[in-house]
């Protein structure tokens, strides 16, 4: 069975400063994906990055970048240049190839001081 | 285009009653499912359907029954609420291949007493 674990309930960071999210997660398959969603107040879920397990290049996305270590089976997100606006709940996931469901962890609820 | 609609927003129910929770997504996806969101546990699967006409369970679909009534729509139905089906509750749709992203409603904020 697949799973994903966020150790970290609960992170900070000051505005304008940089924050690694931490996951880890434990799949069977070769061939696999993993995101990062976030969840701000009004509940709506947000793509923030997707990555394919069968690139080495970490991907990034403007302020979001990943760091994907396979072998781990490690994958952060690291935000720089903190904004109030980034102050969510963070999800990491990863797809479960049999009808393209997901796994979640259980979220990092990040706070970002002005 | 909407994206993925679900309604109600809100809801409260009394231990032993039902309701229908709708889903409809205007993208053209093939694929849609319902999660359920607890504190401290993420979200997680109850049923999905892969394609129009088929269903399948998730992770946790005791208590619940879905129908895929066409390709836009698909239903969560509770027979006899519970108090541990206070949740909130997401559908969400992908496209077609297995790497599509899902694309998510805003909730259903469930309460049973």
């Known amino acids: 069975a697949q799973t994903v674990t966020q150790s970290q309930p609960e992170m900070s960071v000051q505005e304008a400063e940089t924050v690694t999210l931490s996951c880890t997660y434990d799949?069977?398959?070769?061939?696999?994906?993993l995101f990062w969603y976030k969840q701000p107040p009004s509940r709506q879920m947000i793509l923030v990055i997707r990555?394919?397990?069968?690139?080495?290049q970490n991907a990034t996305e403007n302020r979001f970048s990943v760091n994907f270590q396979k072998a781990a089976k490690s994958f952060s997100l690291k935000i720089s240049d903190s904004q109030l606006g980034d102050a969510a709940m963070y999800f990491c996931?990863?797809?479960?190839?049999?009808?393209?469901?997901?796994?979640f962890g259980q979220g990092t609820e990040l706070s970002v001081k002005p | 285009n909407a994206g993925v609609t679900q309604t109600p927003k809100f809801q409260v129910l009394k231990t032993g009653q039902s309701m229908t929770l709708q889903c409809a997504q205007d993208?053209?996806?093939?694929?849609m499912y319902w999660y359920r969101q607890d504190p401290g546990m993420g979200l997680r699967l109850i049923y999905y359907?892969?394609?129009?006409?088929?269903?399948d369970k998730g992770e946790v679909p005791n208590g619940y029954n879905v129908s895929r009534l066409n390709k836009r729509e698909f239903s969560l139905r509770l027979e006899s609420a519970a108090p541990s089906q206070t949740s909130v509750y997401f559908c969400?749709?992908?496209?077609?291949?297995?790497?599509?992203?899902?694309?998510f409603g805003p909730g259903t904020r469930l309460t049973v007493l």
């Open positions: 359907s892969a394609s129009e006409g088929t269903t």
């Open positions: 993208m053209n996806h093939n694929s």
């Open positions: 799949t069977s398959e070769s061939d696999y994906y």
């Open positions: 969400a749709s992908r496209r077609a291949g297995r790497t599509d992203t899902q694309y």
């Open positions: 990555q394919e397990a069968y690139k080495q």
């Open positions: 996931a990863s797809l479960y190839n049999q009808g393209g469901k997901l796994i």
